[in-house]
DNA sequence: CAAATAGTGTCTTTGAGACATTATGCG
DNA sequence: CGCATAATGTCTCAAAGACACTATTTG
């Protein structure tokens, strides 16, 4: 705080002391949270590891606009917290656990998002470890369900024209939990030309989710996947103790494809501490169990 | 548009009909902007060639808040805007300037970085190639500067304890522009424990940067130092012809560190497309003239 | 032994880092 | 010729990708 007087001859104290903000319009603002953790689909032969599904959590809207869809678990900032306090709160209030891993993920304020009025949405990223997924939906476990996601490019196009090029992507997110679908489309375009350049996403169809929920998901797992390569984000999703082919699965579910196992290995064991601990009654050779090992850079 | 009904009975149409906003208190939402460009240093040997600096583009203030210090250009989202377009709009007031490159940095939302009201700020990195450097500040070039940017790590540790470790980093910012001279220092910890993963960044000192914008400025650095190593962005800060020593001479001024010319080259000859134009009247050997060639992926 | 996974060895290719060498224009 | 930069060559080392091989448990 200063002592230079404004033109009206005004300290910065004095100055504020008369503020009062004026009355042009304000968007609201959404906190979003695209919950997503890693857990094992069933497996009937006994021999057989468990494969890995990437879960989102979802609510079921049970009232205007979007009745019926579904929705990311969110809800309204409020004065005298961060978006990133109003992300965890509600996170709390959503699945009840705290120890989460919580990435700003990016602002989306298309003024026309939301059909009621103005809002703008924060999106967030949480990553939840696996070991508490029982912990189902807060308060009314009603309408909360995790959904598999599967993320697919069904398209890619580049065009290149002088000076520049437009490149476009195709996406297919769908969501499955038990009987119920939902599927959307989301393109992506790039487009680069001597007047700059542009990022675009759009809903192309839409069947079942919320808002522009759709693009969000799409985002948020379209960021994991890079982020996955060069950072310990993953280790968010392990419970305490896990193999080295549980890592990968986790790896393998995100990027949306099969790694090798050596290689793997070589490049991520550095995330992994051996425990004396092993698996046991598997119907096969019993592997180490490790915990998490955080880089430091 | 469904035409599911709610509790009361209103289809969607009917509800978004009857629907006012509520009353709740809303934040404002500013979008401020970090307009990098890289220029020439002036060099008196004239055989020798000039160095590269980055450029920031700062406004001092002429009103409360913050009087008499120094902010990133940026003004208030309006409504049926999103953001995006109002950095577009509010750089072309600023600068006049059309072709840019423009990216999503992050929305700090502390409900007390403005000392008036609740402001979010929704931050972008803007950069601009330096032909268009001379396009002096907009309406009245009065307050408007291109500051050189200094940012250094100036200390750096890891605590370790179980289960998770802290990582404290220090940075020194320093802004020069003639005699003027603005610094920060900020604090970045990430800690990561069983309890989860944070990241805060903190201004622990302040000398003529307004509001949280030390903050922004250096998240904006770091961000662009980080994406500068495995995309095209370097090649928005270049101007339509330029030689292989000017991309490298960018990348330095952006890593704030020397990089060994050969492999250099090898890394990123990717990005330019040779000419059969060359630089003269140099007092040594010419050098070929490339063009930006912008990556699909 | 068969099924199934655990864990390791190794070859090739790629690319980063570091340094050295040759080339060229200007005064 | 000497300065200063341009442009390329090469050696080393580390890591990614691909595949093969050995080890160990249970029924």
Redesign the pocket.
């Known amino acids: 705080m200063n002592e230079f007087k404004d033109k009206n001859g005004l300290t910065e104290e004095q100055f504020l002391a008369s503020y009062h903000p004026g009355d042009y319009p304000k968007p609201s603002v959404a906190v979003d949270m695209a919950i997503f953790s890693a857990a094992d689909k069933k497996e009937d032969?006994?021999?057989?590891?468990p494969e890995k599904e990437l879960k989102l959590l979802m609510i079921k809207r049970g009232g205007h606009p979007c009745i019926g869809t579904w929705a990311l678990p969110g809800g309204f900032v409020e004065p005298d917290e961060t978006t990133e306090q109003s992300a965890l709160r509600e996170l709390h209030e959503e699945t009840g656990v705290d120890n989460i891993y919580l990435e700003q993920l990016y602002t989306f304020s298309d003024p026309h998002r939301d059909p009621r009025t103005w809002v703008m949405s924060c999106s967030y990223i949480a990553l939840i470890n696996s070991e508490n997924l029982n912990v189902e939906a807060g308060d009314d476990a009603k309408d909360a369900q995790w959904f598999t996601v599967k993320l697919d490019t069904v398209s890619q196009h580049t065009s290149e024209y002088d000076g520049g090029f437009e490149k476009n992507t195709e996406y297919s997110l769908k969501l499955l939990s038990g009987d119920t679908v939902l599927s959307a489309v989301i393109s992506h375009s790039f487009i680069r030309s001597s007047n700059g350049s542009q990022n675009k996403y759009e809903i192309i169809k839409n069947d079942g989710i919320a808002f522009d929920h759709a693009k969000i998901i799409t985002y948020a797992v379209l960021r994991l996947r890079g982020k996955v390569q060069y950072t310990d984000i993953a280790l968010n999703l392990m419970p305490e103790y896990f193999?080295?082919?549980?890592l990968q699965q986790v790896y393998e579910i995100i990027l949306g494809k099969p790694?090798?196992?050596?290689?793997?290995?070589?490049?991520y064991c550095m995330l992994a501490e051996p425990t004396d601990k092993?698996?046991?009654?598997?119907?096969?050779?019993?592997?180490?169990l490790f915990r998490k090992k955080w880089m430091s850079d």
Do not use: V
């Open positions: 032969n006994y021999r057989k590891l193999t080295l082919t549980q790694l090798i196992k050596a290689p793997f290995r070589r490049k092993q698996t046991a009654d598997a119907g096969h050779r019993p592997s180490q």
